[in-house]
């Protein structure tokens, strides 16, 4: 049995008559990288905001640990540290400052607190720019900043908004890595994004919210195999037609489409059919030169699910 | 003890943001004492000896007043900008609690007031003297407990809207309220004369009653009722922490 590191009971946010966050129940469990899957607006940073106790849930709770955000909160502040989606500092601020003063107030000593941000810095590739002001920084290093700030607290529950974007593509890869360690290290994270990539690289659960509501919940392999035929057995074979009785015998198995020689299969658990359509092929002496199995896309979950494009909608 | 060492560490954030927007402040302080001796020095031959015998002893502790009002209440200018950019959220989502965050950046505008107040005690002390030693304390202590009133009520104003031109405008508008509805500029007996219907304002205002017991430290008066003057402070001063606490916090957790 896993151990619950979050709890959101009946969580509803409103700004004034907005509904920003509508009944949302969820279980985060303790060590799991886990995703927050939504179009902006979707509910997502708030959701992540009352975690950390800067909003104050309408109705409903969040437990952090047990500890309740409403009626516990600096406890719940204790565990949790946060990765902003922008950047919390003013112009003038330099990253090595800001560091060190975050990690004075998140318990260490003065002399502990210059060691642990130069390893973070770093380790991040921050250290060149430590006495730069913050206006001088690219997004992509502000990001970097924020993430500096979870990396030096190393919470219990560390919450990352949108950790990679802004970032380029090599710091997108490191970052990551960066993020997993956290995990492996003892921390649960939880990240809110709405890029599908590194959802699908980074998150072990994912929650799908949309409109303020959540529509879907589990691993990812979960969430693609609940898409009725959402794998498709895409077959490259020999020669210009395919006999008829394999053709029947397809279609036994999922919706077929035909061209030429290419032959299309939508299946659901893609990897366990395709077994048993290379025996079709063979028993009827048709000769494959090439067979792959694609799985949906989160992208593609997300419109099954909700019926809007997650691109479109961001 | 934890609870000292996260409140000091929020002070000392906001001293630090203090002394990189030193000039600034430096600016507008240097534009206000300006205004002020050029007052002085008009008024010094304007105004009636009868009423005033030396227009420049009598506004010195006012000057000394401005210089901590001015500094305490510049808090809230950081404060805005804070809001506005949601840094604020940053704030309330570090492990301290409401109460340390509150105190800490009363602390950080008090802090500001007494190191600008610095100068302004050593020129005062030039031109008027050296207090006893329990003058000092009265003075220190009507300092402290004006520096609180102001910091935490530049706090509070700041965090009423985020819309940037009506934050400045309910800001300049408490300024100049608590600047010139005071007997910082005018002696009392013309006050009711001059402000009308705004007298009783200035009579209760904390800066009259700070302006007062520096007039009695740096001995321009004799004697002051000393209680009503420090009680009256006292009470600003906790209202301004209470009313800060509940509305900085409730404006910024939404």
């Known amino acids: ?314 | 003890m934890d609870w000292l060492r996260g409140l000091l560490l929020v002070a000392q954030r906001d001293l630090a943001r203090f002394w990189r927007n030193i000039y600034w402040l430096a600016g507008q302080l240097a534009m206000n004492i300006a205004d002020l001796v050029i007052f002085a020095v008009i008024f010094r031959g304007l105004v009636n000896p009868a009423y005033i015998p030396d227009y420049i002893r009598f506004i010195t502790p006012g000057i000394l007043c401005l210089s901590i009002f001015i500094s305490a209440f510049s808090i809230g200018r950081e404060v805005g900008i804070e809001l506005r950019r949601e840094v604020t959220h940053y704030l309330v989502s570090l492990p301290v609690t409401r109460g340390q965050l509150v105190a800490g950046r009363i602390l950080g505008g008090v802090l500001r007031g007494f190191m600008y107040q610095a100068g302004f005690i050593i020129l005062a002390v030039v031109l008027m003297g050296l207090p006893s030693v329990d003058k000092w304390l009265l003075i220190l202590t009507a300092s402290l407990l004006l520096a609180v009133t102001m910091s935490g009520l530049s706090i509070t104003v700041s965090t009423l809207t985020r819309d940037f031109n009506l934050q400045a405008a309910i800001r300049s508008l408490v300024y100049f309220v608590f600047f010139f509805v005071s007997n910082v500029f005018y002696p009392e007996k013309a006050l009711a004369v001059r402000l009308g219907s705004a007298a009783p304002f200035a009579y209760y205002s904390p800066m009259s009653m700070t302006v007062n017991i520096y007039r009695y430290g740096f001995n321009y008066v004799s004697s002051i009722d000393v209680f009503f003057n420090l009680t009256g402070l006292i009470v600003w001063s906790t209202l301004a922490v209470l009313f800060t606490y509940k509305v900085y916090i409730r404006n910024l957790t939404g």
């Open chain 1, 1 to 314: 049995m896993k151990s619950k590191a979050v709890e959101i009971e009946n969580f509803t946010k409103k700004f004034g008559d907005f509904t920003a966050v509508d009944n949302l129940n969820l279980d985060i469990y303790e060590n799991e990288v886990f995703g927050l899957l939504g179009p902006n607006g979707s509910g997502k940073t708030t959701t992540l905001l009352t975690i950390a106790t800067v909003y104050k849930p309408t109705s409903g709770d969040i437990y952090v640990y047990g500890h309740s955000v409403t009626r516990e909160d600096y406890v719940v502040r204790k565990l949790v540290g946060i990765a902003f989606q922008d950047p919390k500092a003013m112009w003038i601020d330099k990253p090595y400052e800001l560091l060190t003063w975050h990690a004075r107030i998140v318990g260490y000593s003065s002399s502990e607190a210059k060691k642990v941000v130069q390893d973070v810095m770093e380790l991040l590739g921050l250290w060149e720019h430590r006495n730069k002001q913050f206006y001088q920084l690219s997004g992509g290093t502000r990001k970097k900043v924020e993430l500096a700030k979870v990396l030096i607290q190393k919470p219990r529950v560390a919450i990352l908004d949108e950790p990679t974007a802004q970032v380029d593509v090599l710091s997108k890869h490191a970052l990551w890595d960066v993020i997993k360690k956290l995990r492996d290290e003892g921390t649960t994270v939880i990240i809110a994004t709405n890029d599908m990539f590194e959802a699908e690289k980074v998150c072990e659960r994912i929650a799908i919210i949309y409109k303020g509501k959540l529509r879907a919940l589990g691993t990812i392999s979960e969430l693609k195999d609940s898409i009725p035929s959402g794998d498709l057995v895409e077959v490259q074979f020999e020669g210009g037609g395919i006999p008829e009785g394999l053709l029947r015998a397809l279609r036994d198995i999922g919706r077929v489409e035909a061209r030429s020689s290419v032959l299309k299969v939508y299946v659901e658990k893609g990897e366990e059919k395709v077994i048993d359509i290379i025996e079709l092929f063979r028993r009827y002496n048709v000769k494959i030169l090439r067979i792959m199995v694609k799985e949906p896309t989160l992208d593609d979950v997300f419109t099954y699910i909700t019926g809007a494009k997650l691109r479109e909608e961001s």
